[in-house]
């Protein structure tokens, strides 16, 4: 099992920002690619933002511009971190945040991190 977890959600006022970590272990198979999804209570749950073993990423549309992703690799060991800083945040950004890892063919994910965006 590839450990996944997620850190620095919480509650934050309209228009201020929050940065997402998500830990990994990159033990025995190389990423290929790390992501961020959302889940609202009653909605699907939907892509945040990608980042592909080359360092392409992808960020949802309606979040560019505001929502930025990145990777780093920790210094002599193999924990991988997954970062989301999210910016000028809205109401409508509030939402059960996940880390998702693609290894070996297979999906990993995270118990999810809370982020409420309220005043």
């Known amino acids: 099992q590839v450990p996944v977890v997620e850190s620095g959600g919480g509650l934050v006022q309209p228009g201020g920002s929050l940065r997402l970590s998500c830990a990994t272990s990159e033990r025995g198979f190389s990423i290929y690619a790390m992501g961020w999804h959302r889940q609202v209570p009653g909605k699907q749950r939907e892509a945040v933002a990608r980042?592909?073993?080359?360092?392409?990423?992808?960020?949802?549309?309606s979040l560019k511009g505001r929502f930025t992703i990145s990777r780093e690799n920790a210094k002599n060991t193999d924990t991988v971190y997954l970062y989301l800083q999210m910016n000028n945040l809205k109401p409508e950004d509030t939402a059960l945040y996940y880390c998702?890892?693609?290894?070996?063919?297979?999906?990993?994910w995270g118990q999810g991190t809370q982020v409420t965006v309220s005043s």
């Open positions: 980042i592909e073993v080359g360092g392409a990423t992808t960020v949802a549309d």
């Open positions: 998702v890892v693609v290894q070996h063919g297979m999906e990993y």
